[in-house]
């Protein structure tokens, strides 16, 4: 059974850089999958952030395209996703997935990870 | 702010039905398959609907979606308490070229 867990810090400064890892078990990150970040601000609703092919194809929402880098650890079957310059905001609860390429849905879920950005 | 639109709240009886719609454009659900998301209080958002129509394995029957045109609509029947939740749909955005998600439906139990 494939399960995803998100890992990183739960606090990060405002202007710093917002780390997060997701493991994935069950699942080769070689798969045919995108392997893909969402996330939910408190009390919002859900925000498409992108997601990378193991073959490189990657894909970020435009309004955090400038900021948004996510990348793929096959030795460790595991993504990441680096998000810089991050205000309060970016306050979320932070979501990996997996994406199936062409037919636009996501499953299954990692539990999420809150992130707040604050001094 | 989301380029899918949903109603904020629907509500009804146990044993009773509701829909949700979920109304997009030509560059999203005119042109490619609808999911549709159930998220429970505090946890995570989990499969409902695939491919406008199909559910994942061991999600019942009370649940189905439909397609037409820009608008995509998720139906529930039987209400039951445990259906309290949020529900999302999602699909892709030629435009955008990137996925999105509708709004949000808060679904009560009344």
């Known amino acids: 059974q494939v399960q995803l867990q998100e890992s990183g810090p739960g606090l990060v400064k405002p202007s710093e850089t917002l780390s997060l ?22 009390g919002q609703g859900l ?30 079957n595991q993504f990441s996703l680096k998000l810089t310059s991050v205000t309060a905001a970016d306050t979320a609860v932070y979501y990996c997935a997996i994406r199936i390429p062409n037919l636009n849905w996501f499953d299954p879920w990692g539990q999420g990870t809150l992130v707040t950005v604050s001094s | 702010q989301s380029v899918l639109t949903q109603p904020p709240s629907v509500s009804a009886a146990p044993g009773q ?3 949700i719609s979920c109304s997009g454009s030509s560059s999203n659900i005119g ?3 609808v999911s549709w998301y159930q998220q429970l209080p505090g946890t995570a958002p989990k499969l409902l609907i695939y491919e406008n129509n199909k559910r994942p394995s061991g999600i019942p029957d009370r649940f189905s979606g439909s397609k037409s045109g820009t608008s995509a609509t998720l139906g529930i ?7 309290e939740a949020d529900y999302y749909c999602g699909t892709w955005d ?17």
């Open chain 2, 31 to 33: 042109h490619t398959y």
């Open chain 2, 17 to 19: 039905k509701v829909t």
């Open chain 2, 77 to 83: 029947t039987g209400l039951q308490t445990g259906d």
């Open chain 2, 94 to 110: 030629s435009s955008l070229t990137t996925d999105v998600f509708g709004t949000g439906t808060k679904v009560t139990v009344v």
């Open chain 1, 21 to 42: 890892t997701c493991a994935v078990s069950g699942y080769s990150i070689s798969s045919d999958f995108y392997w893909a970040w969402i996330r939910q601000p408190p």
């Open chain 1, 47 to 76: 925000e498409c952030i992108g997601g990378m092919h193991h073959n490189g194809a990657t894909y970020y929402t435009p309004s955090l395209k400038s900021r948004v880098s996510i990348s793929i650890d096959t030795s460790k």
